[in-house]
């Protein structure tokens, strides 16, 4: 099947500084990713989509300001963590959709574990 | 999105079958029902979808009846590792927007 990559798998900074996560598609061109959060012992939240070319959409409550996110190109999305400070520290996944296969079925990546001291 | 609810968790032992049920009353005509399966610090992955009655691939069975108010995942012969969080999504994916709720972990024993 189609593979998603992040980098880092995991990142630690201090409280103040940004960090950010690519979010690569390997295999396939993806017009659009999705970039959640999980905390522990919790289920993802979506925060933003990702769209090729365009502003992402963020859902409620998510501050675009805070969560910057570029998709410069077919395979490639970032999320910069602005300002960072340790309620930030989560475990961030993003995911992708190859146009060309199932439509219902979406890649995720292996995830990005931020602790933020 | 049509609301899930699903068992918060499910204890098995390696070789039997784990059916995990999940409702989903408010479903609409055209959402289709997806499952995925989340390892821990690890991204989820796809396991099967269906719209209506039985779908089977290598990994697992997917029940659904006529009404479509609810569905089954059918998981063959656990092993310890099939140990992980199992969610059940449904919509029309229209979107391509996955909205997950809290999902099932499943704990399989020697």
């Known amino acids: 099947g189609a593979v998603v990559s992040q980098h880092p798998s995991w990142v630690i900074c201090k409280s103040g500084t940004s960090v950010k996560i690519e979010c690569r598609s390997l295999?396939?061109?993806?017009?659009?990713m999705f970039w959640y959060r999980q905390f522990p012992k919790q289920s993802l939240m979506l925060m933003a989509t990702?769209?090729?070319?365009?502003?992402?959409?963020?859902e409620q409550g998510v501050e675009k300001d805070k969560f910057l996110i570029n998709h410069a190109s077919l395979t490639l999305s970032t999320l910069t963590v602005t300002s960072a400070h340790p309620e930030d520290s989560s475990f961030y996944i993003c995911?992708?959709?190859?146009?060309?296969?199932?439509?219902?079925?979406?890649?995720f990546g292996p995830g990005t574990r931020l602790t933020v001291t | 999105l049509a609301k899930t609810t699903q068992p918060i968790s499910m204890d098995s032992y390696e070789g039997q079958e784990v059916n995990i049920t999940c409702s989903h009353n408010?479903?609409?005509?055209?959402?289709?029902i997806t499952w995925y399966q989340q390892f821990p610090s690890q991204g989820p992955r796809f396991i099967i979808q269906g719209y209506k009655t039985k779908v089977t691939n290598e990994v697992a069975s997917l029940f659904i009846p006529a009404d479509r108010k609810s569905s089954t995942l059918s998981l063959p012969r656990v092993s310890l590792s099939d140990t992980a969080v199992y969610y059940c999504?449904?919509?029309?994916?229209?979107?391509?927007?996955?909205?997950f709720g809290a999902g099932t972990t499943v704990t399989v024993r020697a």
């Open positions: 995911s992708a959709r190859d146009p060309t296969g199932n439509p219902y079925e979406q890649y």
């Open positions: 990702s769209n090729e070319g365009s502003k992402a959409t963020y």
């Open positions: 295999d396939f061109q993806a017009t659009t």
């Open positions: 408010n479903i609409a005509t055209n959402d289709y």
């Open positions: 999504l449904v919509g029309d994916m229209g979107d391509y927007k996955l909205s």
